[in-house]
C-alpha cells in the first residue's frame, strides 16, 4: 500500500532548462494538490487538481509554471525556464473525494535546485 | 497574504516539558484545524486535528485547544522528547478548499 510517490527526490537544472515534478497519489485518491516549500517558509499552496480538471490554480505563478493530471499517469507540474527563484522544495499531496480540504497524504517531496 | 499565522518560529524545551505552538487565522469560513509533523527531507505527516465544534482535542501527548471567537488555536506537546524535535505546521481550510498553511515552528528538545 504504496503513499504518495514523488520523483525525482532531487532535481538539478541550469537556468533557463525546463523542471517536470510527478506525483502518483495514493491508490483511490483522485484530488491533488501540489504546495512550494521555500527555507524558512511554510508550504504555500499552488494547484490543486483532479482528474483531468484543475480546480483551483489561486498560488500558481502565471508564468512559467503549468500543472496537469491526467486520465492516466501521474500528476505533473511543469516549470519552464527555471530561474534560480524556483529553487524550493515541491511537495504533492492527494486526497479521496469525500475529503477535499483534509485527509491529505504528503510525498516526501523534489528538491529542485537550479544552478 | 498569510491566511494563518504561527508562533513562535522556533521553541527550543527540556525533555518532559511542555511545548506550545500557536496559531491565528482570519477566515471565519475555516473548518478544519490539523497540526503536521515534519522531520527533515521528509514530506508533512498529520499529527492531530481539529473541526470548531469541539473547544479541544486529545491524542496521546499532543492536545489542540481551539478558541472560536478568537479565532485561535494552539498545540500542546506533554512530556516532550527528543524524538519530537522536528518543524510543526498549523493549517486551515474550508470544506472543498486546499489547506492553507503557517510558516512553522522548528522544535528542538533537549535532552
Known amino acids: 500500500n504504496a503513499g504518495v510517490m514523488q520523483n525525482p527526490r532531487h532535481l538539478v537544472r541550469r537556468r533557463g532548462q525546463e523542471a517536470r515534478l510527478r506525483c502518483s497519489p495514493m491508490?483511490?485518491?483522485?484530488?491533488v494538490y501540489w504546495y512550494r516549500q521555500l527555507p524558512e517558509e511554510g508550504l504555500k499552496f499552488m494547484v490543486y487538481?483532479?482528474?483531468?480538471?484543475?480546480?483551483?490554480e489561486s498560488g500558481m505563478p502565471k508564468e512559467r509554471f503549468s500543472a496537469e493530471f491526467p486520465k492516466e499517469g501521474p500528476s505533473i507540474l511543469r516549470i519552464q525556464q527555471v530561474v534560480r527563484g524556483d529553487s524550493a522544495a515541491y511537495f504533492c499531496?492527494?486526497?479521496?473525494?469525500?475529503?477535499?480540504?483534509?485527509?491529505?497524504?504528503f510525498g516526501s517531496g523534489t528538491r529542485l535546485t537550479v544552478v | 497574504q498569510q491566511q494563518v499565522k504561527q508562533s513562535p518560529q522556533s521553541l527550543i524545551v527540556q525533555k518532559g516539558g511542555i511545548s506550545i505552538i500557536n496559531c491565528a487565522y482570519e477566515?471565519?469560513?475555516?473548518?478544519?484545524f490539523p497540526w503536521y509533523q515534519q522531520f527533515p527531507g521528509k514530506g508533512p505527516a498529520l499529527l492531530i486535528a481539529?473541526?470548531?465544534?469541539?473547544s479541544e482535542k486529545k491524542e496521546g501527548r499532543f492536545t489542540i485547544s481551539f478558541n472560536k471567537s478568537a479565532k485561535q488555536f494552539s498545540l500542546h506537546i506533554m512530556d516532550s522528547q527528543p524524538g519530537d524535535s522536528a518543524t510543526y505546521f498549523c493549517?486551515?481550510?474550508?470544506?472543498?478548499?486546499?489547506?492553507?498553511f503557517g510558516k512553522g515552528t522548528s522544535l528542538l528538545v533537549t535532552p
Open positions: 499531496a492527494s486526497s479521496i473525494p469525500d475529503r477535499v480540504g483534509y485527509g491529505y497524504t
Open positions: 491508490k483511490g485518491h483522485s484530488h
Open positions: 487538481l483532479q482528474k483531468e480538471n484543475i480546480i483551483d
Open positions: 477566515n471565519t469560513a475555516f473548518d478544519y
Open positions: 481539529i473541526r470548531p465544534d469541539v
Open positions: 493549517a486551515a481550510s474550508k470544506t472543498g478548499y486546499a489547506l492553507n
